[in-house]
């Protein structure tokens, strides 16, 4: 019997199915909840390097520099593992009753807004030096102040504009997810790896696993390209 024949596809499929769909639950819900994180860290980030303070941009520089030369795998472990303790370490200097714990779901949201914020603040800040000065200038003449110009007539625009580049980095967050396995959250790498170690369909459980993503991450390619082309019509 050759390893064609050894293959059971048709089991791996039937039992690991409702597996993968639970597990469906925890990643849409750490990109959701990780992209909004990393929306609005990217915003603020963004806002900051465009700022007139040296000071701030120069902290924003070297935090981006950190971040992006690192690898998310190892931001990951080290928000899960490291953070905790180190907060813990801080408080006891004031209370040595103090504790401090982190959940891996929360760790690895944390540690997704963080890693993808820093990406997004560039595509931000990108989009928000291209929108002409004189929509700035038009709403501080119409007695905006100069935040209320930024937020409701500028941002606005700007998040137009780089609205394609979100949902490329959303398909991205989505197949990131497999990374949480590495602290123990229980998506859908870490239940297949469980099931696979079970049953040794290792071949045919895998490439359900890809296929899954495969599900997640074709369509939602397809909405960001129609996205680019009515942008671009409209442009």
Known sequence: MNLLEK???STAFRELSPILIQG??????ATLCGFSLALLLGTLIALGRISKSVLLNRILVILLEIVRGTPLLVQLVYMYYVVPLLIMLVGQLWDPSFR???????????????NYGCYLSEVIRSAITSIDKGQH????????TNRQAMWLIVIPQAV???LPTFGNYIIMMIKDTSLLA??????????TQA???QTFLTIESYTILALAYLVLSLP????????????????
């Open 7 to 9: 293959l059971d596809f």
């Open 24 to 29: 469906l639950g925890v990643v849409l819900g």
């Open 100 to 114: 401090f714990t982190l959940s891996p779901f929360m760790a690895g949201v944390i540690g997704l807004g963080i």
């Open 137 to 144: 200038e038009a709403a501080l003449a119409l007695g905006y």
């Open 160 to 162: 137009r504009i780089a």
């Open 182 to 191: 590495f602290i123990t959250v229980s998506e859908l790498l870490l239940r």
């Open 195 to 197: 099931y696979a170690s």
């Open 220 to 235: 939602l390619a397809q909405i960001v390209r129609i996205m680019e082309r009515r942008l671009t019509r409209h442009v």
